[in-house]
């Protein structure tokens, strides 16, 4: 049974004395045997003999004692992140779409740039300097009071295709292994509002596994025709060519009409298996931080609603893929259960174009030409306005009341 706090006041009392008047070899042997009888931390216990009940004379007349009883308290710590740098963290958070801190760390140089020079933000060169070196775990111990200020699941509309899915073959998420820009991951998001009845609106979502690009495109309903309209029209605005489609089983893309293209055009077209989302991993995330998030899950079903949402894909664009950066895997190990993720550092869709050896100098040239247009701000608010607009839209509607049977 170990010692009690009272046996341990008594023993430090005792050894302290001797401790301190012992040479330099027998201060070793008593402080072993006092760590044995204690179980102290050495560095705790040869601090606690050195200046437990030692008297210094501070002033005459006046001494301190040490007391093992009462640890001395650490002066406090000047704070290097004051309330100043605060309020543009938060503007530049919110510009973000709330992101953590180690995705918003990468992009704070790129938007303070863009910002200061759109005349959207102004600050000290002491912020600036601050804010350039904030670390990612500061940024998130800043904001955590605001991220507390600050969930609905989908449901699928995937109906299996026909028997020509086993003349597609299956690709699954573990043989990714294309590193360069063009192999896409493609899904449809539907925007039924709970009610699944009559047509309604449907987004083509288009994510690109090496760099991130993601592309958005609202049709009327998930007929083949509009599918394929849609993913032409996506094709068009790429600043790359299409090497590779992989999709779920669902009959808007297992269909002849999308392989006798894909074959005319030399891309590459495969298929995940069924019911496993895990296959179409990179899609499945822009399925809820790109569509769900910004859009949500009213239901539209007007063209007029489609439109908006064709227009607000249109701003996504380019807010997505030049500012909102992202995190990529860099390797998984795995040690029994224990699973280990590292990333690379956070980069932008655009980053990691201009980063590729794969992509074209002229094309390098026309997105750097296109980002120095772009004002991250303004886009922010027309995101805003064209969410308000469908927001209000989906309002008038009546609401759909489900009945018990």
Not at 68 to 80: E, M, S, Y
Request: aromatic fraction near 8%; proline fraction near 5%; glycine fraction near 6%.
């Amino acid at each position: 049974m170990g010692l009690t706090m009272k046996d341990k006041r008594v023993l430090t009392k005792a050894m302290c004395k001797q401790y301190r008047k012992a040479r330099k070899k027998v201060k070793g042997q008593i402080l072993d045997q006092f760590v044995e009888a204690n179980g102290y931390d050495r560095c705790y216990a040869r601090a606690l003999l050195r200046n437990h009940g030692r008297r210094v004379e501070v002033r005459p007349g006046v001494f301190l004692e040490g007391d093992a009883r009462c640890p001395a308290k650490r002066p406090p710590h000047p704070r290097t992140y004051d309330s100043s740098l605060l309020v543009p963290l938060k503007k530049l958070w919110a510009l973000t779409d709330y992101i953590c801190g180690k995705r918003l760390k990468p992009a704070l140089p790129g938007l303070l740039e863009r910002l200061e020079a759109c005349k959207e933000l102004r600050v000290s060169k002491a912020v600036r300097a601050k804010l350039l070196a904030i670390s990612p775990a500061t940024i998130d111990r800043l904001l955590k009071a605001e991220r507390a200020r600050h969930t609905l699941k989908g449901r699928s509309h995937t109906k299996p295709g026909t028997l020509l899915k086993h003349q597609i073959p299956i690709r699954t998420f573990a043989d990714w292994d294309d590193v360069r820009p063009g192999f896409f991951e493609m899904d449809l998001v539907g925007h039924e509002g709970g009610r699944a009845q009559g047509d309604y609106c449907f987004t083509l979502d288009l994510t690109d596994v090496d760099s991130g690009w993601t592309e958005q495109y609202a049709v009327p309903n998930k007929a083949q025709i509009h599918v394929f309209n849609a993913l032409q029209a996506i094709r068009q605005r790429l600043p790359f060519a299409i090497l590779g489609l992989d999709s779920d089983n669902g009959s808007e893309f297992i269909n002849d009409h999308m392989r006798r293209f894909c074959l005319e055009e030399h891309i590459t077209f495969t298929r995940a298996r069924p019911n496993r989302k895990n296959d179409n991993c990179y899609i499945e995330q822009k399925n809820w931080s790109v569509v769900r998030k910004f859009v949500g899950y009213y239901r539209y079903d007007t063209k007029q609603e489609c439109d908006l949402l064709n227009e607000l894909y249109a701003a996504l664009r380019d807010y997505n893929n030049f500012f909102l950066t992202s995190l990529k895997l860099k390797e998984k190990t795995r040690d029994g259960a224990r699973v280990t993720r590292r990333y690379h550092a956070a980069q932008t869709p655009y980053q990691r174009l201009l980063d590729s050896p794969h992509v074209e100098p002229s094309v390098k040239k026309e997105l750097k030409t296109h980002y120095n247009t772009l004002n991250p701000a303004a886009l922010h608010r027309r995101i805003q306005a064209l969410q308000k607009k469908l927001g209000i839209l989906a309002a008038r509607k009546p609401q759909h009341k489900e009945t018990s049977t």
